[in-house]
């Protein structure tokens, strides 16, 4: 509900946030934490992390590349910053039980160009926007980042980025948009497009690999 004082939201500037910071979920999300799992991550690393990570992107959108060059450079950005096997398990969710490893192989792999090219395709109109990380605290076995972005002809929102060490390495595993979980939001999407297909995830991997 709108409250009395505060701007509307309207769809586009809805759609526009989801597109772009959806974009960097997608680029950077891992795995949650196993409960109980220590955390040696402190809260200045991975605010650190987290501003290291906007200024790779930054660095690829300003590369002044275009098409297959700049996807492969999120693509790269992708493997640096995520454990690459277990995102894709868990954005196919379900449907990763019934799959053999070769499937989870050639999923993982279409999976990964597939959010190169999407989001690769559309970072390039929001180059100008910036974020400022404000705070970070820890939850459970992970650490929440809070930040606030600044998008051209926007008003400011929160972003919630959260960050762990599980895998070895400090990597996100997933970003609070204004409340919308987009780690969610992604394995929703895939899951949609499983259904479309009956679950054939052969039909799946093929089409993901043309797709943007």
Known sequence: MHR??????TPMRSDRRRVLL?????????TVLRPGMALALTEDQAKALIGK??????AAIASGKTGPALYAMFEDLYMQYADVPTIARSVLGTA?????PAQMQAFTL?????VSRKYGKRFREFSATRFEVVGARK???FIEVKSIAYMPGEEPFEVLWHVSDKSGK?????????GVNMLAAERTEIGAMVDARHGNLDA????LKTAE
């Open 4 to 9: 009395p004082g505060t701007p509307m939201k």
């Open 110 to 114: 279409a999976f990964r160009g597939y």
């Open 22 to 30: 959806g974009g960097a979920a997608a680029l950077f999300a891992a």
């Open 170 to 178: 400090s990597l996100f595993f997933n970003m609070i948009i204004e």
């Open 139 to 141: 939850v459970k076995s």
């Open 53 to 58: 990570a906007v200024d790779d992107v930054n």
């Open 96 to 100: 990763s039980r019934s799959a053999t």
């Open 204 to 207: 799946l991997i093929a089409d």
